[in-house]
């Protein structure tokens, strides 16, 4: 499978403690990008890389949150202290620009209790 | 404002017919892009179409059309030929800038039902 993979798939931990999360993109795609969805609603932007380089947060990427895409490939999502309302989807996508198409991982469903 | 406005909550179609899911945007900025995705119970989004603000025909994908009207700033998906693997969340999308800008604005969705 080429497609966007994203592990865990579910994540269920107390509230305080730190969770990472591993998006790897289709292969070769530059851009990668980080969404967040709760219940009932779309996907919200949270960051996105260009290559290594993360180029854009968005205010809702508190100083809990930490992104990484080390060399270019692969990005980590970090959240320290977790909160009840971090509860969330998490999707990673990525994008071959100038393409316009994001192309969505399976998603990692966090549950912070 | 909403940049993406999806006013149907959920809809029934029934197999075989087509059904038409609204979705409007708000954007200042000339030149932009609109999708829609569609999200299954399993969580992944997949893309179903896209129409740039430039473009001069509506985008059509295979079952899939963008009923593309810009001086009402609207971008409707029409669904033909309904099936019971459509049913799903479809959420509007909506990138500002020219191609290759940054995030993706969503709406709320509409929860698609097709009926036997």
């Known amino acids: 499978d080429t497609g966007v993979s994203q592990d865990p798939r579910h994540k269920i931990t107390k509230r305080g403690q730190n969770v990472t999360f591993r998006c790897d993109p289709i292969?070769?795609?530059?851009?990668l990008y980080w969404y967040r969805q709760t219940l009932g609603q779309g996907p919200e932007f949270l960051t996105y890389f260009q290559n290594e380089a993360q180029l854009e947060k968005s205010r809702l990427l508190s100083d809990r949150f930490s992104a990484e895409r080390p060399k270019g490939s692969f990005s980590t999502l970090e959240i320290q202290r977790t909160e009840q309302g971090d509860s969330a989807m998490y999707l990673c996508?990525?994008?071959?620009?100038?393409?316009?198409?994001?192309?969505f991982g399976p998603g990692t469903r966090l549950t912070v209790l | 404002a909403q940049k993406i406005t999806q006013t149907q909550p959920g809809m029934f179609v029934q197999e075989k017919e087509a059904v038409t899911l609204d979705c409007t945007y708000d954007?200042?900025?000339?030149?932009?892009?609109l999708f829609w995705y569609k999200q299954p119970s399993s969580g992944e989004m997949i893309f179903l179409i896209y129409?740039?603000?430039?473009?001069?025909q509506n985008a059509t994908e295979g079952r899939y059309s963008l009923n593309f009207q810009k001086a009402r700033k609207s971008a409707n998906l029409v669904i033909s030929a309904s099936q019971l693997g459509d049913s799903a969340m479809y959420f509007c999308?909506?990138?500002?800038?020219?191609?290759?800008?940054?995030?993706?604005?969503f709406g709320t969705g509409t929860r698609l039902t097709v009926i036997p």
């Open positions: 292969s070769e795609h530059n851009r």
């Open positions: 129409q740039g603000s430039y473009d001069q």
């Open positions: 999308a909506m990138r500002e800038g020219s191609a290759g800008a940054n995030n993706l604005f």
């Open positions: 954007t200042s900025d000339p030149s932009y892009g």
């Open positions: 996508a990525s994008s071959l620009v100038p393409v316009n198409e994001q192309f």
